[in-house]
């Protein structure tokens, strides 16, 4: 089992079954983020952070329609049970310890969001030789770097001092959802032949 | 791969050389991994001595917490790893970031040490490296950690290392990229925030202590070094000659021959810090050199050093 995606084509492009499945992974991922930002987002905004809500619902908006025009789509059967799998694993998690029920499903958004974001690393997973011309190779790369900018709205607000009582369940919930989140990506990127030992 | 467990987290660590010998304990630095410390885990042992080498938290093949990282998690983890060394004499080195969690072990935890080597080290943040340091955070955050190493490097190793590596600076930066998170590194940046400086701690430092500095560390001058040198009575500093931030891994064969020279002489009891200032040989096996006498070494020029 390699560390990266490939073999690669001689125009060194990854094998359209990897990209498939790695696509509909992240796709799953962040479109649920969007779709649980899209309903966080209020008509009017009446506080300044809100406008980071604005974003991220856009950026991973972004994300899934990059992903979905630059990868190369095969048809998969298991990718139906797999969507399933992953659907379940974004609901809520409830969080006993905070009884706000808008505090806790902004809590788990975060959590969800920072997991995703910090925790999958898909351009880890290009070897040297991808073609960085390929839109698929290019798309891996973009959702990398720009993940790492939107995590900057999930530290600042489970840092922040409104969490500051609930700081061990919160701390807690973040890593449950990151273990949670690398367990599927390995399930996923073993199904497709590649150990996700580093890739996490 | 060995592990260490601290509460819920795992240290990943790697044993090299002789049980039983001497032991040298070599902490990374702050957007460093284990693999680096390469021609250490040959050169040392071959001179007798066992290394010890991790991963930090956060870092590398070690657990990165998610959310905080506290210095307090780092010195205890690597008390966990001193422990595994047994009783024998043990040594301990790290460079810049590394050099801080050895320093605050050696305050702790001093009595477990034969002798303690800070490298491009610094025990409090002046308004440079705090500016620095901020600086690099936001690079972190914007560019991601390739970008982080794009600045870090040209920063800490000389035209001579950089100019045969120009054309491949990828294939360099690509083992750092793919092992280093960019949320862990920001949570390993970020244990600074509450950072309390060192330096009225570091009197009780009483193990004999070497401080290198490259001679155009250009992100912990000499300043910062002077002092641990002030502060540190058993001390000597050792300016590495024509060395940057990163001479570690640009002078690996001089530094493990300073590192292992240095503990040669504290076992043997010939020793003397006495908060002496030297100059490194250029290659490794050459003298250590007095820094001239009546001139100062905190100044890139030379000036005489003002009377008391």
Known sequence: MSG?????????????????????????????????FALSLP?????????????QFYRETEIVSLLMRATSWVPDIALGYMLMTWETAWLPAPLAEITDPRLAQAVHLATLAHAVHAGIRPAALLPVEANPQDPFVMALRRIELESGRLLQAQILFLRG????????????????RHAGVRKLWRETLESIGIDAAGAE | MPFLSHGSYRIRYELD????????????GLTQYSELWGAYREALPARGFRVATFDLLGQGASDKPTLFISQDDQVAALRLLIDELGDGP???SGISFGGLIALRYAIEHGKRLAGLVPMSCFAELSPQLLLLGNALRTGLILGGTSYLQDLLLPMNLSDQWLKPLLDKLDSVKRQGWLVNDVFALQNLMESF?????????????????????????????????????????NSSLVIIPKAYHAFTLEKGALTADLLARFADDVLAGRWEGQ???????DEAGGELTPFPDGYDHLRAIPVRRAMP
Do not use: C, K
């Open chain 2, 193 to 233: 925030l509450d950072f309390q400086p060192l330096t009225p701690r570091l009197s009780a430092i009483a193990v004999p202590t070497m401080i290198l500095n490259g001679e155009f560390d250009f992100l912990t001058p000499r300043g910062l070094h002077e002092t641990l040198r002030l502060e540190i009575l």
């Open chain 2, 275 to 281: 908060q002496s200032i030297w100059v490194a040989p």
């Open chain 1, 4 to 36: 990266f995606l490939g073999p690669l084509d001689p125009d060194g492009r990854i094998p359209p079954r990897q990209q498939s499945r790695v696509g509909a992974f992240l796709i799953s991922a962040h479109g649920a983020l969007a779709r649980q």
């Open chain 2, 90 to 92: 043990v040594f301990l």
């Open chain 1, 161 to 176: 001092s409104e969490l500051a009582p609930y700081r061990d369940a919160v701390n807690a919930a973040l890593e449950q």
């Open chain 2, 17 to 28: 050389g002789p049980a039983g010998a001497p032991a040298y304990v070599l902490v990374n």
């Open chain 1, 43 to 55: 008509a009017r905004f009446e506080a300044a952070w809100q406008t980071e809500l604005n974003a």
